[in-house]
């Protein structure tokens, strides 16, 4: 069928019942938050069937890694009914699973934007602090929908949390009654929630430095005196395990007000020694901006490294496809791309392989050599499919390269004149010209100076209904034919997926040309018979469009929660 993971989407994060929940189906599902990476389905039902058995949990979903398939420390459970999803905050919220806090809310779908004006940012809370005393705190100026304490590896605060009203006002009213107010012997610091596009803004304008390979002792004051003299230093703050902490971590930022003197400073202590350690100073980046050039820099440094392998056998894992591949080279890396399946009704949750994963190469050329050696002979016992790996966006612009229909109309030629010839697409090398090819010899003219009608060829037929005389284009290029209720035989198709490709994109264009390439390259992950059976069946055309359709419209949901989760910022 239709394969999901051509679209890049990670079908294990959330059924499909659950995306395409409708207004008043929501208060029976719960967002859950701050869960251990060991973590799974199987866990979080007994968790909440130890905590009170009347609670019916209908599913639970982890949300995954799209490539290590690893839990991300969230999810989606789906319960029987809105007093169930009562009793779950009341006795479930801010309980430990495996030493963590486990943070519990509804989920709600659509109007989240409108509700950033409702989220408080709350600093300076001691490391002792948890979400449940958040909660607590500042619940005297309304109703919560959700809060939640930012928490390091060791399960100390970081020092700060976000809480999220149910209105406007409670969050005014947090805002101008609770900021500077004394929390656990600490001020504390209540402002307006930003956005992450909002925030930042010294990081973007190059004010900002971080100051790599400091003394261990260094305090903020040690910093700040380090970079004085040069400018104004609107602040100097070195990183730290836990707000307890009395070492750091080894690096630490400088933000100036202006942009000039953060130049400056880089340019005058940069490799400067202190405390017998080298500094290593540069302009600090916006964390998912980091992520980005890191991404980047690595995409580079292993540009055709990365083999994609298909058709891998049963019971494929990352050490033995690992293994297979070491013969060729230093394997950096080896994925075989898993799986969930869920039981029901015992909960137990098992990893399938999706017979397909990637393996990645120190060098191109022990990436070549693997290539080159599994065209020739088995791998892992079978005959495996190994290409160079692309991302969704190189495949996504080849795929729409591929399937573009021919340009223009085909010009009408004149009867008797010889038919304009559309040489096959060609990708690759140029083809070399035969031997004893030259240039074409000159037809001769007659007197008057034109050809006579024998140097022209024979005459040739009238051109059918699409301007196109017959038996002047190659096969593969001649638009397809259904056959009509009285003909018995079926219609005669190549067998070569790049060909068939040229007929789907075609028909396909013509039902829905929005998603005609996407919806192509899907269906060429069929079977070539079943690619075939397709083209001659209308009925089956429209039956494959549709359920491509939903697999489209399943990651646009998709898109939105992520959306979602990446605005509540718990």
Not at 460 to 473: E, F, K, R, T, V
Request: proline share 6%.
């Amino acid at each position: 069928g239709i394969n999901a993971e051509y679209m890049g989407i990670q079908s294990v994060q959330v059924n499909i019942e659950m995306a395409s929940s409708v207004q008043g189906q929501t208060k029976t599902q719960l967002f859950i938050s701050g869960l251990h990476e060991d973590v799974d389905e199987e866990i979080i039902n007994r968790h909440f069937e130890g905590i009170d058995k009347t609670i019916k949990v209908n599913s639970v979903n982890v949300v995954r890694d799209y490539q290590t398939f690893k839990p991300k420390g969230f999810g989606f459970i789906e319960l029987n009914s809105h007093e169930d999803g009562e009793k779950a905050l009341k006795s479930v919220n801010y309980t430990e699973l495996k030493g963590r806090e486990i943070n519990l809310s509804w989920y709600r779908t659509g109007g989240v934007r409108d509700k950033i004006s409702q989220n408080i940012f709350v600093k300076g809370l001691p490391a002792e602090t948890n979400s449940k005393d958040l909660n607590t705190f500042f619940s005297t100026f309304g109703t919560i929908f959700r809060c939640g304490a930012r928490y390091t590896s060791a399960g100390k605060c970081k020092g700060f949390g976000y809480v999220a009203f149910e209105s406007k006002e409670s969050a005014e009213k947090a805002i101008a009654e609770g900021n500077g107010k004394e929390f656990k012997g600490r001020k504390i610091e209540v402002t307006e929630f930003k956005p992450r596009e909002q925030r930042n803004t010294s990081l973007m304008t190059g004010n900002n430095l971080i100051v790599k390979n400091i003394p261990k002792a260094f305090t903020n004051e040690d910093l700040k005196s380090l970079f004085a003299g040069i400018g104004e230093i609107a602040s100097a703050v070195v990183i730290k395990e836990t707000t307890d902490s009395k070492e750091n971590k080894g690096f630490g930022f400088v933000c100036f007000k202006k942009a000039e003197d953060a130049k400056t400073a880089e340019e005058k202590l940069k490799n400067a020694l202190v405390g017998g350690l080298t500094l290593y100073i540069t302009k600090a980046l916006p964390k998912m901006e980091h992520k980005k050039k890191l991404r980047e820099e690595r995409k580079k440094v292993f540009k055709d490294c990365n083999l994609y392998v298909k058709e891998l056998p049963n019971g494929a894992n990352d050490e033995l496809m690992k293994k297979a591949f070491e013969e060729f080279g230093k394997v950096i890396s080896a994925r075989v791309m898993m799986d969930k399946k869920q039981d029901l009704t015992t909960g137990k949750t098992e990893y399938v392989s999706k017979g397909f994963g990637f393996v990645c190469f120190s060098n191109k050329e022990e990436a070549k050599k693997a290539l080159d050696a599994a065209r020739t002979k088995d791998v892992m016992g079978t005959k495996l499919y190994v290409a160079i790996a692309e991302s969704k966006e190189e495949r996504r612009a080849r795929l729409s390269q591929s399937f573009m229909p021919f340009p223009g109309p085909f010009p009408m030629p004149m009867y008797g004149m010889p038919p304009p010839m559309y040489p096959p697409p060609f990708h690759g090398a140029r083809r070399p010209r035969p031997e004893g090819r030259g240039r074409r010899e000159q037809r001769p003219r007659g007197p008057d100076g034109m050809y006579p009608m024998w140097s022209m060829g024979p005459m040739m037929p009238p051109p059918d209904q699409y301007g196109i005389i017959p038996g002047s284009m190659p096969p593969y290029m001649v638009p397809p034919t259904l056959p009509s209720q009285n003909e018995q035989t079926p219609m005669q198709l190549p067998n070569d997926k790049d060909q068939l490709g040229e007929f789907l994109y075609s028909l396909v264009e013509k039902k829905n040309p929005t998603n005609a390439a996407k919806i192509t390259g899907m269906l060429l992950e069929m079977e070539v018979e079943q690619i075939q059976n397709i083209i001659r069946d209308p009925s089956q055309l429209d039956k494959w469009i549709s359920e491509a359709l939903k697999v489209l419209k399943l990651q646009t949901s998709q898109e939105e929660q992520q959306q979602y989760l990446s605005l509540i910022h718990i």
